[in-house]
């Protein structure tokens, strides 16, 4: 992480701490009820660009519900950073929820971490909402969990049939991250997917997280000739896998995974991320009311465009705020579990959301393509 952001220094605000890892209550707090949130992610270590997005969304969105004179309930968020360790995850978890005794857990950030610490919670009976998992079988793991993440199985196809309606191709060559249970998850959307859409699958190479040679990959891809490549793999392996692709001089077309939705993955990767796709809720350029006023607010803040992973996390975190305050309680975690899953028609920056009866998202997806350094809608 590069840096996290701190609080406004001009106003108290109940709830938001600087520190990603900080855990301490402010001593302050404003009069009125107050519900107790822990909030799980990752600041420092790999993927830290995924959780200062987060963390950055939280806090601004917790710093207009307590400074909201309509708000009838206020947050007190309690902010962990699992350094995407899975020990760290499973040790916040029981903190929030043994210690700390929260009503409801945002997070943790990545499948592995959840598939490690989730089942704690939902043994407890505490509503845990994922605001980035987005691989097979998370809500699976009981009635508690919720996510308004699009889980892969869904987004991914849409990528797929977009690209495959406008560019045609016929070949594809598959990488992906062999010890991240969301990438393997995903790796087996691709192998299901694209036979079914009557594409071949030329070469499946595979690689572990934090590596930064793809070069024997990259060199049995370029021997099969495929017409696109896809990836499933975070933004760092990503942007080093497309760099070294166009280096050897194989300019064709990537098919991303969630894990490409964030401005590190073009920072990263340069000139070589043009041509790259992906599936998102968040589409920059939405003409909604809320997106924008979000989208300048949050320039305004913090100084740079807000990514998916941002955008979830300030829905996740509204979304969240609206069950407490209808659910009349700031303690009984059942009544918050039973009406967030009564959830209907939300409207937030991503968009119309609903869960389904498995409590997974539904709402909208907008295809992206990265042209000259930015995401634009992929026409």
């Known amino acids: 992480m590069k840096w996290a952001a701190a609080a406004g220094a001009a106003m108290v605000i109940a709830g938001a701490f ?7 209550k402010d001593a302050a707090k404003a009069e009125g009820a107050h ?39 206020k947050l007190d968020v309690i902010t962990y950073d699992t350094k995407l360790v899975k020990t760290e995850a499973i040790n916040a978890v029981k903190k929030a929820v043994e210690q700390d005794k929260v009503l409801a857990i945002i997070g943790p950030m990545t499948t592995g971490e959840f598939f ?11 509503v845990t909402f994922g605001i980035s998992l987005t691989a097979d079988g998370v809500t699976e793991v009981g009635d508690y969990i919720f996510r308004n993440a699009v889980p892969g199985k869904l987004a991914i196809p849409i990528t797929v049939k977009k690209a495959h309606d406008k560019l045609g191709f016929k070949k594809v060559a598959i990488l992906y991250s062999h010890n991240n249970d969301m990438l ?3 790796n087996r959307i691709y192998q299901k997917l694209f036979p079914e859409m009557g594409v071949d699958i ?9 590596d ?33 692709a166009r280096e050897m001089g194989m300019d064709q077309p990537i098919i991303g995974n969630n894990g490409f939705n964030s401005p590190e993955y073009i920072k990263q990767a340069g000139a070589a991320a043009d041509g790259t796709l992906v599936a998102t809720p968040w589409n920059p350029e939405r003409k909604s009311e809320k997106a924008q006023a979000f989208r300048k607010a949050y320039k305004e803040k913090y100084g740079h465009e807000p990514d998916q992973f941002a955008a979830q996390a300030y829905d996740g975190v509204y979304m969240m705020h609206e069950a407490i305050e209808k659910s009349g309680t700031t303690t009984d975690r059942k009544k918050l579990r039973d009406t967030l899953a009564g959830n209907k028609g939300f409207e937030g920056v991503t968009g119309t959301f609903e869960f389904d009866q498995d409590r997974n998202p539904k709402m909208d997806m907008d295809v992206l393509e990265v042209k000259d350094g930015q995401w634009v809608p992929f026409a």
């Open 184 to 186: 393997v998850s995903e």
């Open 202 to 210: 030329v070469a499946t190479e595979s690689f572990a997280d934090k």
């Open 212 to 244: 930064t040679d793809f070069s024997a990959q990259l060199t049995k891809i370029q021997a099969a000739a495929p017409d696109v490549i896809a990836i499933a793999g975070f933004y760092q392996e990503g942007a080093l896998i497309v760099k070294k």
């Open 18 to 24: 600087a520190g990603c890892g900080g855990e301490k």
């Open 116 to 126: 490690a610490a989730g089942p704690i919670a939902q043994q407890a009976g505490v």
């Open 35 to 73: 519900a107790k949130v822990g909030f799980i992610t990752a600041c420092t270590g790999p993927g830290a660009a995924y959780g200062t997005s987060q963390k950055e969304a939280v806090d601004m969105a917790v710093e207009e519900i307590n400074g909201n004179p309509a708000t009838k309930v």
